[in-house]
């Protein structure tokens, strides 16, 4: 099981993420697979008795499981509104995908628009050369901006690691994305 430190590793709510690593198979049909907090008021059910979830893919062999409270990036779960209006903190969200082989959608959020007058979205290769810089940012409460591995000349770039840099205001975050090719 990895804690993931949510002043390392932030998330839009703020909480820390956890990811439980399987080495094998799940071989016992009355086990139970899940998190719950102190009180067992509040709790998230992956696998109980013999079935999963309907949303669950199986356990199997070297699988892990993440509890995060990033909003799923795809159609089909409800979500409570009253938490995604206003992010818990200015950030940048997260990528996907990532890697990637043609475009990944970079996510940031700012919590406090009237304090945040200047925001910034650079990517840098690994040698720390700007590649990209995204001028004319939204400054809403939730954004996003989509790289499709080119440089500020249009050129496409080497497939590699690259870095994203976000700075809004007194925030400054970095980011590591691979492109694939």
């Known amino acids: 099981m990895i804690l993931y430190d949510p002043a390392y590793y932030p ?20 086990s139970t697979l899940g998190i719950e907090n102190f009180s067992e008021t509040i709790g998230i059910q992956y696998y109980f008795d013999g079935s999963y979830h309907e949303w669950a893919a199986l356990v199997t062999d070297s699988f892990a499981l993440k509890y ?86 249009g050129r496409a770039v080497s497939a590699g690691v690259y870095f994203v840099q976000f700075t809004a205001g007194d925030s400054k975050q970095i980011e590591k994305t691979i492109l694939l090719k």
């Open 68 to 153: 995060t409270t990033y909003l799923p990036n795809y159609p089909g779960i409800q979500e409570h509104s009253e938490l995604g209006n206003v992010p818990a903190r200015t950030m940048l969200s997260n990528l996907y995908p990532n890697p990637f082989y043609q475009k990944t959608v970079i996510r940031y959020q700012i919590a406090d628009i009237e304090e945040t007058k200047h925001i910034s979205l650079k990517i840098y290769d690994a040698a720390g050369r700007l590649v990209k810089q995204f001028n004319n940012l939204t400054i809403q409460p939730f954004n996003q901006v989509v790289w499709d591995g080119h440089d500020n000349l």
């Open 11 to 30: 998330t839009p709510t703020g909480d820390g993420e956890i990811v439980v690593q399987y080495l094998v198979s799940m071989q016992q049909a009355y």
